[in-house]
């Protein structure tokens, strides 16, 4: 079955992370574990690019700006979509802002203006919960959001996920670190069959087990088709 992989990063993330990955360690682990193309990013959007140019047919480079920098991140996105990046990546948590924030805005409209989607860490507060990123996307009805994580590690924040996504048809759920396998499926049944995308999270999490969680959630093979690749593909427009 084909893969795509929606979030991953390449790099070191030091502190209590203490995880990293090159990128030919990634390919090595993509090639392993029959992983098609993955999508990466890391605060260095540079390394990402040499990463992307090294592996073209594998590795789909998105690019992370911090949007408190004003200007300065809407000119880092201009930049590096134009050289063929295929969405934006926003932390809230590690930047320290509300995902609703209105200095998120102009970082919303570049990527209307530039046809990428955003994609967004969620779950945990308090800057990176569903219904914030909910709010962001109410805001802006005509960009795709990519929730990552879709709710994270806490199941209140999960059903928000959920919740949000199913009263916001631009909000997209990704499943790296969630746990519950059974919220694959229902997010399959009641957000949208195109709105589920599989993710590992690498070098935070491992394929084998973010894969497994979509293999027992309880989709059929064309429905976990959808969310292995299709809807991946679609989104990105690979
Ligand atoms: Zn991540």
Known sequence: MRVIDAHAHIGYFGGFFDVGITPDELVGQMDEFGIEKTVICA??????????????????????VNPMT???????????????????????LLHSFPAD????????EAARRLDVSVHIHSGHPPFSLPWSIGRLAARHPDVDFL????GHGHGVY??????????NPNVYLETSGMPMHTKIRAAYEEVGEDRVLFGTDVPFHHPSVEMQKVVVS??????????FADNAAALLRL
């Open 101 to 108: 924030d209105e200095a998120v805005d102009p970082v919303v």
């Open 147 to 150: 929730m990552i994580h879709m």
């Open 43 to 64: 605060p260095d959007n540079y390394a990402v690019q040499r990463a992307a140019t090294e592996y073209p047919d594998r590795l789909i480079p998105a690019v992370w």
């Open 158 to 167: 999960i059903q928000a996920a959920l919740d949000v996504a199913r009263d």
């Open 70 to 92: 004003g200007g300065q991140a809407v000119e880092v996105v201009e930049r590096y979509v134009r050289e063929d990046f295929c969405a934006i990546k926003l932390h809230p």
């Open 218 to 227: 309880g989709l059929t093979e064309t429905q976990r088709r959808r969310v």
